[in-house]
């Protein structure tokens, strides 16, 4: 029993109340009303997303892209065709291939807009990747400390999101960070022996920006902790303690990395009543193929990397499905697909540092195949 449900049952089981018999009951259902809450009814999924941070690039190198009818269509037009109503795009402090910096998301963010969809900027405070693994500093805050750093993200975050309203793409939605497990910015953001302090701060100055650009912006934590009850709360509970302000809380899902839907769906429920926030699951993805496109390996690899769910277009697209029936039965608002439509053209390599020297280790994971065709059974549904 919880120290809250003691303390409910023992207030109303004293000697001087009114109709103990009554009373008492009351207390029993009380307790038993707090340890099984009543279920999440399903939701509906309001953020019906894709992260197409690639596909800038993609389009720059002739890249072409077809609907399931064959016919050759602009890549974002093909999604909104099969469900997709929000776009998630990254922005990288100082990226070396240039892609993926504040010009080209303020460039995409009008096509983005111009469409109709909803805007997400996911803010990695990084020139490269963030990820659970690695949060590199900018090289330009390298030297800095966690008082500069403040300052850092609270310029930065303010800047871009004001030099998106200002040309008219103000963003529905921002992610303070990308992935930050144990922090961001390491190693002065990092949380080192349960301390939060340092992160905490560099969240708030994230979300003050964003909220002093503009109110509406909804400011979104993301963390990759949809494996475990445990760390979800660690992690969320540690910069609620602190005090830390947001939004929507975001997870990351990929069923080989993470484990059963049944867990997914007990982090999102838990995550939803122990915050009081809306949930989403900000990035998903699964094969198509055990095949790759070309000389770079696959991140995942296998004929079928999870039970139940080949690698194929059928496959992809029912375990897609069966995360969103997931997701909205455990009352999330948002599923977003990492990655739909990079698909392996030589020049878009992974590594910002090398983008002509490096594949694509994730073409079997896209929802357009190699020749630019969508999967003709993938769907965002609401």
Not at 48 to 73: E, M, P, W
Not at 295 to 308: D, K, L, M, R
Request: hydrophobic share 40%; with cysteine.
């Amino acid at each position: 029993m919880s120290k809250e449900i003691g303390m409910a049952v023992n207030h109303l089981n004293r000697p001087w109340r009114i109709g103990g018999t009554l009373l008492l009951a009351l207390a029993t259902l009380l307790a038993v009303a707090l340890v099984n809450p009543t279920p999440a009814s399903a939701a509906t999924l309001t953020m019906r997303g894709a992260d197409v941070s690639s596909v800038q690039r993609s389009l720059d190198l002739g890249a072409k892209y077809y609907n399931a009818a064959g016919t050759a269509a602009d890549p974002l037009d093909i999604l909104a065709g099969v469900g997709v109503n929000y776009v998630r795009l990254r922005v990288w402090n100082n990226p070396a291939s240039g892609y993926n910096n504040k010009a080209k998301v303020l460039a995409y963010a009008r096509t983005v807009k111009a469409k109709g969809l909803g805007l997400m900027i996911d803010f990695h405070y990084s020139d490269t990747w963030a990820d659970p693994g690695k949060q590199f500093k900018p090289a330009a805050w390298a030297s800095h400390g966690i008082g500069q750093l403040q300052t850092d993200v609270y310029n930065y975050t303010y800047d871009v999101c004001n030099s998106l309203k200002a040309q008219g793409t103000t963003p529905d939605s921002v992610q303070i960070g990308n992935e930050i497990n144990v922090g961001m910015l390491w190693n002065d953001g990092k949380v080192i022996n349960n301390d939060f302090t340092n992160l905490s701060l560099l969240l708030k100055a994230g979300y003050n920006a964003t909220k002093a650009c503009n109110g509406g912006t909804q400011v979104i934590i993301h963390t990759a902790d949809a494996d475990s009850l445990a760390n979800a709360r660690w992690f969320y509970d540690g910069i609620r303690a602190k005090g830390v302000p947001w939004d929507i809380t975001a997870l990351s899902y990929y069923c080989m990395w993470h484990g059963p839907l049944s867990t997914l769906s007990t982090v999102i429920n838990d995550a939803r009543s122990r915050y009081g926030k809306p949930v989403i699951v900000a990035e998903t993805a699964y094969p198509f193929t055990a095949a790759n496109a070309d000389s770079e390996g696959n991140v995942v690899t296998g004929s079928a990397p999870c039970s139940g769910y080949p690698a194929t277009w059928a496959g992809q697209a029912n375990e897609f499905a069966a995360v969103q029936n997931t997701a909205r039965g455990a009352g999330a608002i948002g599923v977003f697909y990492w990655e739909p439509t990079w698909y392996a053209i030589s020049g878009n390599g992974w590594d910002p540092a090398n983008i002509n020297g490096t594949g694509d280790q994730w073409d079997n994971m896209a929802t357009f195949n190699w020749t630019g065709g969508i999967n003709p059974s993938i769907r965002w549904t609401p």
